[in-house]
Nanobody, 121 residues
Framework: QVQLVESGGGLVQAGNSLRLSCATS????????MGWFRQAPGKEREFVAA????????NYADSVKGRFTISRDNAENTVSLQMNSLEPEDTAVYYC??????????????WGQGTQVTVSS
């Protein structure tokens, strides 16, 4: 059983930063790509960022490029999302995901429960 637990969400003013973390348990972490999705009120869930099993490749949604950075620590079984220059449009529930392969070229196989990020103007 794979469990993903997000933390680090909260309320922040526009222009500030937040760092989300995702702790994983269960089957091997280091052999799988990881990522983040988000869902804003009244909108569909959307891709935010992903990272390959060893961290050598990353991918970002255009809306967050240059502001967000995804990273992972395979020794600690964690993946993080550093969010800088936050905008009110970043307000959403953020979900940690695990893919079923070393690359992020498939749909996520596992989802966390989500953490709320609210950016005030």
């Amino acid at each position: 059983q794979v469990q993903l637990v997000e933390s680090g969400g909260g309320l922040v003013q526009a222009g500030n930063s937040l760092r989300l973390s995702c702790a994983t348990s269960g089957r091997a972490f280091s052999g799988y790509a990881m990522g983040w999705f988000r869902q804003a009120p009244g909108k569909e869930r959307e891709f935010v960022a992903a990272i390959t099993w060893n961290g050598d490749m990353t991918n970002y949604a255009d809306s967050v490029k240059g502001r967000f950075t995804i990273s992972r620590d395979n020794a600690e079984n964690t993946v993080s999302l550093q969010m800088n220059s936050l905008e009110p449009e970043d307000t959403a529930v953020y979900y940690c995901v695990r893919y079923s392969d070393i690359y992020y070229n498939t749909d996520p196989a596992y989802w966390g429960q989500g953490t709320q990020v609210t950016v005030s103007s």
